[in-house]
């Protein structure tokens, strides 16, 4: 009879046995739902910031001469033109000036 006490003192009772194994599906479920609830945030919000934006047209600058090495002088030139701006591009590094199309 004595043994039997003993047995069933230390039998870990189903709470117990539960604790870790029935917490880990939870855990789990937790953070999928919260990584999930982030991606949409996410999501949302790119969608939100999302706007029309505007495109340049480039036109090479007939006033400018020489090597563009300076965006300040070659956006000058180009706002002297009746442009937005300028810009140096290309390998050959000419000035074209910006309008919104």
């Known amino acids: ?3 039997k006490l003993i047995v069933a ?4 009772s189903l709470r117990t046995r539960c604790r870790f194994a029935c917490t880990l599906p939870l855990l789990m479920e937790r953070k999928t739902t ?18 029309a934006e505007a495109r340049y047209c480039f036109t090479q600058s007939h006033r400018f001469g020489g090597l563009c090495l ?5 956006g000058h030139v180009c706002k002297t033109e009746g442009f937005s ?3 140096c591009r290309g390998f050959r590094r000419r000035c074209f ?4 199309c």
Not at 9 to 12: E, H, M, R, S, T
Request: aromatic share 10%.
């Open 1 to 3: 009879m004595p043994s």
């Open 9 to 12: 003192a230390y039998k870990p």
């Open 34 to 51: 919260g990584f999930l609830f982030l991606l949409l945030l996410l999501l949302a919000a790119d969608v939100a910031v999302k706007t």
């Open 70 to 74: 300076s965006y300040r002088n070659c």
């Open 85 to 87: 701006g300028g810009e």
């Open 97 to 100: 000036c910006t309008k919104i």
